[in-house]
């Protein structure tokens, strides 16, 4: 199981360092890395969510592009708690300069995903609810 992961945490970082190094393949490369962000072993997702705070650093401009794909994570139907986890984690500690508009549109985005979630996860609480005030209504 260690060989795995370890294989695994060497995956995480090729994936970064070709997505630094060759933007050709931008999309299919930051989908494999995003989706790391919901691997079951925390380090891994943990690296994963580092890996692309550091490709952030080192190309600003492809926020947009990344918070696009965090969002598509996101939106997947039965992602587990873990993987929301760690998307939001990433995107909640996204530095915004506030002289950019093109980091005024991504903050919009990060900031409607959220609510978004909250919408979903309201949702489904009052659904949950109103299960449980029917059952306990039954027993009275």
Known sequence: AD????VRSQVIGTLF??????PESEQVLLALLVNKLGDPERKLASKAAHCLARL??????????VVQEVGALLSRPNLNARSTYYACTFLSQ????????DDALVAAKVVSIFLSLFAAATASDNTNNDGNNTNKNKNN
């Open 94 to 101: 996204l530095r915004f300069d506030s002289h950019s508009t």
């Open 17 to 22: 360092e070709l997505l630094r190094s060759r």
């Open 3 to 6: 060989a795995i992961a370890h």
């Open 56 to 65: 952030l650093v080192q190309h600003p401009m492809m926020k947009t592009v």
